[in-house]
């Protein structure tokens, strides 16, 4: 997703936030009257409310069309959490509530349409979008630099205005594609993500380490944190206003933080293919990995490891043309890597040290998770390449078969 800042005069700025507004209220609008079907069903809700929601949005048709969309996602969303919620805690109050009130979009944001709505000159770096006004044409987008370049390289689709009220702005969000040319890999490295160290590392060159979010970046983490608690705990409106500065500067700096740990990864382990636990698995695994320790669990809450994961795939793919790879993380912890014995007391106490209770081989339980996740990963292809092998196997001697 490539941001950009349009660079809007003050005539244009306000139809802009105009029609942002008209499109957050009228998926606002139609969130509530739904609330009784809590349909999904992009056609019924087309049939029910495009054209009340264009005439009474003053909405070009386009966006209208979107505002359904967007509205039939939302539901799939809740309906999807409610299930969630229903199978962790079936009689709970939460579960009762939780069709009570009808959601609300909060946030200015509005979905155009590449090639419709909006288009990009990317040579130009100016944009196109339309409004119930007619269209507005050569914006001027403003960004970095590698995010031109990626503009000019990427297959664009549909992107998102977002109106950001602390800095008075509007950005637009472009999601693209990169046709990187596919390269093969030099090493295989696999990635544990832990709590006390980010990254237990592995690799197929004879490296192994744990590297470390600097402390100065934790320590700063630790201030958002306390301030956090400091001012909810008040609960005045001027403390809720800095707690709402304080959140969107502490997502900027973790993201900040994120982007540097990855870069660093990828550059110290250059044409990797990267193996990493596939993290929608772990959810049931999660009391054998994240261990008691309470302090722990909140660092491992603190740093978002399914961002710094995309992060390093992203950065990782477009700089080696090499693709990452996700494993099972079932037992990776408990498991080792020389005699293949699984138990949980090969890690006593879920503490830093593995000793197999088997052959007694002991190494840092971060790096054994992350020989185990690399080996996960290189057993499955040696398994799909055993049977290409067994199947296609031309001049196979006729006495075996
Ligand atoms: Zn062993």
Not at 59 to 83: D, G, H
Not at 131 to 159: C, F, M
Not at 202 to 218: G, H
Request: glycine share 4%.
């Amino acid at each position: 997703m490539l941001k950009f800042k349009l660079e809007l005069s003050k005539q244009q700025k306000r139809l802009f936030l105009e029609q942002t507004i008209a499109y957050t209220n009228a998926i606002s609008y139609i969130l509530e009257k739904n609330l009784k079907d809590k349909s999904t069903n992009v056609k019924k809700l087309h049939r029910l409310y495009y054209k009340e929601v264009r005439e009474k949005f003053n909405l070009p048709a386009q966006l209208a069309v979107n505002v359904i969309r967007e509205t039939s996602a939302i539901y799939k969303t809740l309906w999807a959490q409610f299930k969630e919620l229903k199978r962790r805690k079936p009689n709970s109050k939460s579960v009762k509530k939780f069709w009570d009130k009808p959601p609300k979009r909060k946030s200015l944001i509005a979905k155009y349409t590449h090639n419709r709505t909006f288009s990009v000159k990317p040579d130009k770096l100016v944009v196109s979008l339309s409004t119930y006004a007619g269209r507005v044409k050569n914006i001027p987008i403003k960004g970095w630099n590698k995010h031109y370049e990626y503009l000019k390289q990427g297959k664009i689709s549909d992107p998102i205005l977002v109106y950001d009220k602390s800095s008075k702005t509007f950005f637009i969000y472009i999601p693209i594609t990169l046709k990187v040319p596919q390269q093969k890999p030099k090493q295989i490295v696999g990635v544990d993500l832990g709590e006390r160290h980010i990254f237990g590392i592995a690799s197929t060159t004879e490296q192994k380490e744990l590297i470390d979010i600097p402390d100065e970046y934790k320590h700063r983490k630790q201030r958002y944190h306390s301030l956090r608690s400091e001012l909810m705990s008040k609960g005045t409106r001027s403390a809720k206003r800095k707690l709402q500065k304080n959140s969107r500067r502490e997502k900027r700096f973790t993201e900040n933080v994120l982007h540097i740990m990855a870069k660093q990864l990828i550059s110290k382990y250059p044409n990797a293919k990267f193996v990493f636990e596939d993290l929608t698995q772990i959810r049931q695994n999660r009391i054998t990995y994240r261990g008691k320790n309470k302090e722990a669990r909140r660092h491992a809450e603190q740093w978002p490891f399914a961002s710094i994961i995309s992060k390093v795939i992203y950065k990782n793919t477009i700089q080696y043309g090499i693709e990452s790879e996700k494993v099972n993380p079932y037992f990776t912890s408990q498991t080792c890597p020389v005699c293949g014995h699984v138990d949980p007391n090969n890690r006593p106490n879920k503490g830093e040290v593995f000793t197999c209770t088997n052959c007694d081989y002991t190494e840092h339980a971060d790096i054994v998770g992350a020989i185990n996740i690399a080996l996960r990963y290189i057993v499955k292809k040696q398994d799909e390449n055993l049977k290409g092998l067994l199947v296609s196997q031309p001049n196979a001697p006729r006495e075996l078969t």
